[in-house]
Structure formats: structure tokens, C-alpha cells
């Protein structure tokens, strides 16, 4: 896709962070904005900054990891524009535990949030934007959790490995198609948003984290430093998205400085030995 102007892009998790960068970059692109968040108020407020004519702007209350709420945010995209252009199932949570501190409620959050939801996002807007018969793409936020294996992690870096091998055989399916829909998948590194303080908007059916030992509090503080000590911003992500719309480029991997662990990564595979810890 090489002009966003007049088309429509559908954002999850728009009311904060990378989300609401890139529904401020889509608005600075003349776009029509479709946006989605758990948290409805300062989504609405959000929106509002965002000096986009209220005609060409729908805002929703919507809990991604709810097929019946992906299922109605399509509906209600294609009612009010008829085509969306640019998917970006974007919302996502955080949790750190080590792994055997994870309580089932854990997992079922961060997958439902972090995964699930792109599951649902496929499902519902795929078929559509195929019949659209026209250029149109889709980007799914990953993580460099999903390309590399960080320790206090593994639920959230289990959805995300997850959200990279799902974006590649959907990248693959409908390459071998010849559809006219493009696939990238955004992996950043540390990010000052408020991801680690995701907790907030846990969904009641999803309980409460239990107490964490000494070393998933010393993991917990960890994360917490590295978020708020990130070197590159959302707005970064964001034109970091735009750019590899614009050049058909499947992997958006802004932070350069991981390349390495993630070499470390494949020479561990391809040699057959332990995986290197990582620093």
C-alpha cells in the first residue's frame, strides 16, 4: 500500500502506547480511524486529540480477547466504511513470573489478550478484506519476545512466538493466494509505555495474580527498568509500521541492537546446543 489517505485502518489497544501512535500517525495520513480498547474513556478522550473529523472516526469499548467483540468491531467497521485497509491487531499485556509461578488464570489472560485476539482479528476481518480485491494489510504486534526467549517471561513470550509463527503462515498462505493483502509483524524491544502496568485492565474472569516469590519480584523490577529505560518511543514503532506498509516488508524489528540474540538464538538451533543465556 503505497497511500493511506481515504482508506481505513481498524487499531486495537488505540487508547495508549504503540496503539494510540499509530492512530496518531494514521490520523496525521489522512486515514479513516477505526479504534479499539479495553478502556473505553480514555480511548474516547484519546480520540479526541487526534483532530480527525468525527465522520471519518468510530471509537469502540472492545475486549480483544472476546470473539464476540472482534466479531462486532468488524461488523461495525465495514457498516460505517465499508472496506478496512490496514488491520493492526496491536492490544497486548504483560505479565512476569517465572514459569511455574504462572496460575492458569495467567496464561488464559495473556493468551487471550496477546494472541487469541489476533486469532479472532484473522478470523473476522480476512475474509472480508479478501473480497475487497484490493491492496490492503495487515499488521499483528509481536514482540522480540517472540523471536528470542527472555527469562520471567514465558507467558507473554509464548504469545508472542505464537503471534510471529501465526503472522508467517498467514504472510504464507496468502502469498501462495496472490491475494493483494500484505502481512508485517512488529517486534520492538523495550518501549517506555505502560505495559508493565497492564495489570490495571485484567478482566475480572481472569482473577487475580497471586503473590510473586523474591525472584519473580526481582524479574518484575527488572521489566519495569527496561520499559521505562527504552531508547526508542511509540511514535517510532509506529513509522517504523508505516514505512514497512509502504514497502511490503514482513518483519519490523526497530531495536537493530537484538539482531544479535536473535543470531545467538538460530545458532543455537541450527548447532544443536543449549540455548545461550541471555544478559
Known amino acids: 500500500m503505497q497511500d493511506f489517505r481515504d482508506k481505513t485502518a481498524v487499531i486495537t489497544g488505540a487508547a495508549s502506547g504503540i496503539g494510540l501512535a499509530l492512530a496518531r500517525r494514521g490520523a496525521k495520513e489522512g486515514m479513516r480511524l477505526v479504534l479499539a480498547d479495553i478502556e473505553g474513556e480514555k480511548l474516547a478522550a484519546q480520540a479526541a486529540t487526534l483532530g480527525v473529523d468525527p465522520e471519518r472516526l468510530s471509537v469502540h469499548r472492545v ?24 488491520l493492526c491487531n496491536n492490544a497486548g499485556v504483560g505479565l512476569t513470573r517465572v514459569t511455574w509461578e504462572h496460575s492458569l488464570d495467567d496464561w488464559q489472560w495473556v493468551l487471550g489478550v496477546n494472541l487469541w485476539s489476533v486469532v479472532h482479528g484473522i478470523r473476522h476481518f480476512v475474509p472480508r478484506m479478501l473480497k475487497q480485491a484490493r491492496d490492503c494489510h495487515i499488521v499483528n504486534t509481536a514482540s522480540v519476545a517472540g523471536l528470542v526467549s527472555t527469562p520471567g517471561m514465558a507467558a507473554y513470550n509464548v ?113 544443536q546446543r543449549n540455548p545461550t543465556p541471555l544478559a
Not at 73 to 86: I, N
Not at 222 to 232: F, H, T
Open 63 to 86: 475486549d480483544v480477547s472476546r470473539d464476540e467483540d472482534i466479531a462486532a468491531l468488524a461488523d461495525a467497521a465495514y457498516r460505517r466504511f465499508g472496506a478496512v485497509h490496514l
Open 159 to 271: 504469545s508472542k512466538h505464537g503471534v510471529v509463527t501465526l503472522s508467517e503462515t498467514l504472510y504464507g498462505e496468502l502469498t501462495a493466494l496472490g491475494a493483494k493483502i500484505g502481512v508485517s509483524v512488529l517486534c520492538p524491544a523495550w518501549v517506555p509505555t505502560g505495559i508493565h502496568e497492564s495489570g490495571r485492565n485484567r478482566q475480572e474472569r481472569f482473577g487475580t495474580p497471586g503473590e510473586a516469590s523474591e525472584i519473580s519480584r526481582a524479574y518484575e523490577e527488572r521489566m519495569g527498568q527496561a520499559v521505562k529505560s527504552g531508547r526508542l518511543s511509540a511514535d517510532d514503532m509506529a513509522n517504523a509500521v508505516f514505512e514497512a506498509v509502504v514497502e511490503q516488508r514482513f518483519y519490523v524489528i526497530p531495536h537493530r541492537k537484538i539482531n544479535r540474540a536473535i543470531e545467538l538464538r538460530m545458532e543455537d538451533i541450527m548447532q
